[in-house]
């Protein structure tokens, strides 16, 4: 039998604990990132070059790579396999949660910028918890020990990485990629 979690002194599950963790590690890398984009308009792949969609899944994608590493120091295993359920989930989720509220409420830019944020950060910051929880379990699953798993993890990693650089200096010519519409 697999043992996906235990309970700490407080008797809070440690995976839940972490993921709070890593959601709020995530969030925290993001917002910076986002920040760091606005102020120094740079063209780097790690950096938001406009508001458009696939610049904050960019964002989200690199704090996940860093935050995942990062809960190490928590002592916590951080393995390949986790990483990219954790940068894949969460960069999904961004998408998947932001484009569910815009197909109920239009672009939320018609609403002002406190709703855009009031909708937004709630959304980044749970993105983060979603990618952070499954990566947790995918993570502590046997499949890490696996060469096979191993190595798809890693060239997902690093699909994501070119990804990210043919996109910013490259460009694609898709709505996704631009900062047309909501």
């Known amino acids: 039998m697999i043992v996906l979690s235990s309970r700490d002194e407080t008797g809070m599950d440690k995976t839940m604990k972490d993921s709070l963790y890593l959601a709020t590690l995530f969030f925290v890398l993001f917002s910076f990132l986002h920040m760091i984009s606005d102020l120094i308009h740079a063209k780097l792949p790690f950096l ?67 709703v855009d944020l009031a909708v937004t950060i709630p959304i980044t910051w749970f993105s983060g918890f979603t990618g952070a929880v499954l990566a947790m379990h995918a993570d502590e699953d046997h499949i890490r020990t696996t060469r096979p798993a191993r190595i798809l993890a890693l060239v997902i990693v690093l699909a994501e990485i070119w990804l990210t650089i043919a996109t910013t200096y490259w460009g694609v010519p898709l709505p996704l990629f631009t900062l047309k519409g909501g």
């Not at 969460?90 to 109920?104: G, H, K, N, Q, R």
Request: aromatic share 14%; net charge positive; proline share 3%.
């Open 48 to 114: 938001a070059s406009s508001e458009a969609v696939w610049e904050h899944i960019k964002i989200g994608f690199y704090a996940a790579l860093i935050a995942w590493p990062l809960l190490a120091a928590r002592g916590r295993k951080a393995g390949l396999i986790g990483l990219a359920v954790m940068t894949l989930v969460t960069c999904s989720s961004i998408f998947l949660y932001y484009y569910s509220v815009i197909a109920v409420t239009g672009p939320l830019s018609n609403y002002g910028v406190a």
